[in-house]
């Protein structure tokens, strides 16, 4: 059992957490709040709380958005002691069999490849395309997944398979990309968009073919086993060119987030100090994309010159895993203002609702409740576009705003860059 004690002694139960807290902002109850999950965890440690179905369900509906982290005056680390008591979770209760076999897909890069190929090809008998929201949406009610809900769009080809391994722009540097499995399957526009600007940029291109899944899905949910396997064989990966590259960019939040802290953490809580070494060290050239493209690359200046002022306003919504968890926000937001009309929502820090794989399929009714009123701050906008640079983001709001019939759609910042960037070109 992992040492739970210690931080639910280090609460001082001041409150400060339950305001920002996504899952008590839609369910207000004590127990579901930051302060009332260290609490029970501490009882659970002690042998006065059972790890039965009920405390299962609890601790299953934390959202992990790092909201209770970022406010909390202990820097208590409320987002790791609950992906622990999922472990627990998990060995006690096993894993559904929809995540398992999700989980094996992400260990199995050729496998993924083709029951995505398979899925584009028959995907006309379950689903129909959402065109304005860039998704589809069931044709009848699918196993976990109700008629009426917008999913990601699928891809005939993936990212990882639309280029060659190496891609010269002109020699201005070179970097490698880990695009992410939703921008490579389903969000593709994000990869194509990047390749685009990098070319403008003249910097080649290192397509890191033998990349694995990050490992989010599986840590947040609980499944240990995936996480090392994916962690470990990403990091041996990585260390193979990394000397060759000025840096892996990532576009997008939670996989950056990922690879950047959560693997170092999961293996010094596992006792592999020496792994734990080897991902920190990566991390000296680990960026996401639009931290690396505004403060290491003449991308500013370039789209100053360019001055292309398009007709669309755009609003912002901070990823949990960008803005709380690695202090990215200011980057993305001063490259769109140098195409774009820009507009602030009211909160735009506050979690959009994905929450992982659970809360997307047993607890949807939750992210659905977390959804509305983010669909609504963004609409108060009238902002055309509402960008963020995380495809998990962009799941969860697309579906929000389409509930809505908003006038508001989706897109990554890269892909409004590459976009304003091909407009002057044209």
Known sequence: MFNYTSVSDACIKCGKCIPVCTIHNVNADEVTSPRGFIDLLGAHERGELELDRTAKDIFESCFLCTNCVDVCPNDLPTDMVIEEVRKEIADKYGIAWFKRLFFFLLRHRKIM??????????????????????GLTPRFNLPIIKKGRLLPSMASTSVLNSYRENLDHGGKGR??????????????????GLVKILEELEIDVFFAKEQKCCAAPAYFTGDFATVEALAKQNIAYFERFIDDVDAIIVPE???????????????????????????????????????????????????????VRKEL?????????????????????????????????????????????????????????????????????????????????RMQLSNALYQNESRAVFKNPIELIAEALEAKNG
């Open 175 to 192: 970097v490698a990309i880990f695009i992410g499995c939703l921008a490579n399957y389903n969000y593709t526009g994000v990869g194509h």
């Open 313 to 393: 306003l755009v609003t912002y919504h901070d990823p949990c895993h960008a803005r709380k968890v690695q202090g990215i926000w200011k980057e993305p937001r001063e490259l769109l203002k140098k195409n774009y009309a820009f507009t602030e929502m009211s909160d735009p820090n506050r979690c959009c609702g994905f929450g992982g794989v659970t809360i997307q399929t047993e607890k949807f009714h939750l992210a659905e409740a977390a959804g509305k009123p983010k669909a609504a701050m963004i609409d108060d906008t009238g902002a055309d576009v509402v960008a963020s640079e995380c495809s998990a983001c």
């Open 113 to 134: 490849d083709i029951a995505s190929k398979l899925g584009y090809v028959f995907k006309t008998c379950a689903v129909q395309t959402e065109e304005k929201y860039g």
């Open 253 to 307: 939040a939670t996989c950056s987030a990922m690879i950047k802290h959560d693997w170092a953490v999961f293996f010094r809580n596992r006792g592999m100090e020496d792994w734990a070494k080897r991902a920190e060290k990566l991390n000296e050239k680990i960026f996401m994309a639009t931290e690396w493209l505004a403060t290491r690359t003449r991308l500013p200046k370039l789209l100053e010159e360019r001055g």
